[in-house]
Structures are given as structure tokens and as C-alpha cells.
């Protein structure tokens, strides 16, 4: 989001931009880490492209990935925090061609399609979000596809089907790229909405306050890393 952005380039003593496949990377240094700040943009596409141009060009060691979210587990309220244990995606599907490829399964694919998040990082991530006031904190499974979720009965689906977490449009692909090219990575995400009829209202209210907890903890991991 671009007010994560604002937040994370004010903590960031920023020394280089450049642009790759039309996307702006900042780079900096934080608590004497090197660092690369972007957007990955909206969909599974960016965020893939994104993160390799990330890996190729930058030489990243780890990605953090931050950003907002729908709630699928009931618990969870606007403003809660979910902390990436794996990632998948909840939209594809090859079920028509062959029983061994069930919804949510990459086929011919040689490995799990569920993506597990770094022990390290997530480890991190939740001593990064003790010191934030208000919000619950989950660790749990990140469902990705290419499409804004505002329907309940969506949301009991793919709660039911993947026993997901909180449901958004891009951190499986980043998930995916990552362990591909064996990079640890952990996805935080706020929960702006409850992925239900109500998510279009709701979405834009929330998006500072989540911007501002993400970067806090962003932060924190950085420092620690």
C-alpha cells in the first residue's frame, strides 16, 4: 500500500531509487541493515514479478511481506494481525483434469503447494507484535487469488476447504517465489475487513492503521534480523 510505503521510507535512510519493469525500488539502510523497499502491486503477477526482480537484481537474503487482508477465521476483527505460517492459492484449479490435482493444487508441480514461511521470521514477526497495543495477533495460513473476496458464503468455502486465516490477492506468489529460489520469507498481513457484504465499506478506513502497524513491526524484524 502506499501508506506503507510513506511510513517505511521516513524509517529508512535512503541512499537509491530505480525502476524495474515499470516498479520503483528504494534502497536504504535501517539499523545498519541493507534494505530494499517496493510495492509489489495489486495481483499474483506483480507480486511474482516483483519479488524475482527482488531476488535477481537486489540480492535479497529475506523478504517481508506486508500489506492488508480479509478475515476468514471468525476470531479475528479489523485491525487483527495475521502472521503468515504458509501461503497458498485459493483460486486455482485443475480438478477437471485428473483427481490428483484437487482445488488449490499447483499441477505438475514437483513440490507442496503450500508454501511454509520462515520459523525464523515468523518467530520475529510475533515478538515484533507484543510491543503493538490493541490488535490480536494470529499465526496462520495465508489464502491468495486474484479477486477482492466480499461474499460470506466465499468466506465459509475457503475457510472450510483450506482452513485459512485470512484470505488476499498476492502472498502465495511471493510465498512461491521465495522458496523457489530458497529465500526465507514471512507475510504480515492487517485485517481490514471481514471479507464479507460489508468488505467494500470498510476497506479504505482501515488502511492507515494498518499501514502503521505493519511498518512498526517491519521495523522491529529488521533490527533483529
Known amino acids: 500500500m502506499d501508506e506503507e510505503i510513506v511510513y517505511m521510507k521516513e524509517a529508512l535512510d535512503i541512499y537509491g531509487e530505480s525502476i524495474f519493469a515499470q516498479n520503483k525500488f ?3 539502510t535501517h539499523h545498519n541493515k ?14 511474482a514479478i516483483t519479488t524475482q526482480i527482488l531476488i535477481d537484481r537486489f540480492k535479497v537474503t529475506h523478504i517481508l511481506f506486508t500489506g492488508v487482508a480479509g478475515a476468514l477465521d471468525p476470531v479475528l476483527e479489523v485491525g487483527d494481525i495475521v502472521i ?4 497458498m492459492q485459493h483460486d486455482i484449479d485443475a480438478s ?7 482445488k488449490g493444487t499447483i499441477p505438475m508441480f514437483a513440490f507442496d503447494s503450500e508454501f511454509k514461511a520462515d520459523e525464523k521470521l515468523v518467530k520475529l ?3 515484533a507484535a507484543e510491543n503493538l497495543s490493541g490488535p490480536q495477533v494470529k499465526v496462520g495460513k495465508v489464502l491468495s487469488g486474484d479477486q477482492f473476496i466480499a ?9 472450510t ?57 517491519v521495523e522491529s524484524i529488521i533490527k533483529s534480523i
Open 26 to 28: 528504494y534502497e536504504g
Open 84 to 87: 503468515s505460517s504458509s501461503a
Open 151 to 159: 461474499d460470506r458464503e466465499l468466506v465459509e468455502i475457503y475457510r
Open 34 to 47: 541493507e534494505v530494499v523497499l517496493c510495492k509489489s502491486g495489486v495481483g499474483k503477477v506483480n507480486a
Open 125 to 127: 514477526a510475533e515478538t
Open 96 to 102: 477437471a483434469l485428473s483427481p490428483d490435482f484437487p
Open 161 to 217: 476447504l483450506f482452513n485459512g486465516s485470512c484470505i488476499e490477492m498476492e502472498g502465495s506468489a511471493v510465498a512461491q517465489a521465495c522458496f523457489l529460489n530458497e529465500v526465507p520469507f514471512v507475510i504480515i498481513r492487517s485485517i481490514s475487513d471481514k471479507a464479507n457484504g460489508e468488505a467494500p465499506a470498510s476497506f479504505g478506513e482501515f488502511t492507515a492503521l494498518a499501514a502503521r502497524r505493519s511498518s512498526d513491526m
